[in-house]
């Protein structure tokens, strides 16, 4: 059973930046699609950026393109999210999730594919 731990989160002010990690054990996570997702009080649970098994395939959701990368180390089973140039709108609960694929160059942020889900970490922007 693959479990995810985010780690990373914090207070920062506007403008700073944020990485995230998202540990996997339990399982090789050379396998696996991994999404960061994150929730904001009274908000659905939005896609933020996906990375395929190999790292060649990544998708960011319009609103961090530019300001969030996202890369993996499999060795270290560690997918990271780089986030730059934050802003008071991107406070949320940050989640990692994953799901298993034999296709290693695409990812899909479509939350429902996802099995495998973290306990999040809180991020707040706020001067």
């Known amino acids: 059973q693959l479990q995810l731990v985010e780690s990373g989160g914090g207070l920062v002010q506007p403008g700073r930046s944020l990485r995230l990690s998202c540990a996997a054990s339990?399982?090789?996570?050379?396998?696996?699609?991994i999404g960061w997702f994150r929730q904001a009080p009274g908000k659905e649970r939005e896609g933020v950026s996906c990375?395929?098994?190999?790292?060649?395939?990544?998708n960011f959701a319009d609103s961090v393109k530019g300001r969030f990368t996202i890369s993996r180390d499999n060795a270290k089973n560690t997918v990271y999210l780089q986030m730059n140039s934050l802003r008071p709108e991107d406070t949320a609960v940050y989640y990692c999730?994953?799901?298993?694929?034999?296709?290693?160059?695409?990812?899909?942020?479509?939350?429902?594919?996802?099995?495998?889900w973290g306990q999040g970490t809180q991020v707040t922007i706020s001067s």
């Open positions: 339990g399982g090789t996570l050379g396998y696996y699609v």
């Open positions: 999730a994953a799901y298993p694929t034999t296709v290693q160059t695409m990812c899909v942020e479509t939350r429902d594919l996802y099995d495998y």
């Open positions: 990375i395929s098994p190999s790292g060649g395939g990544r």
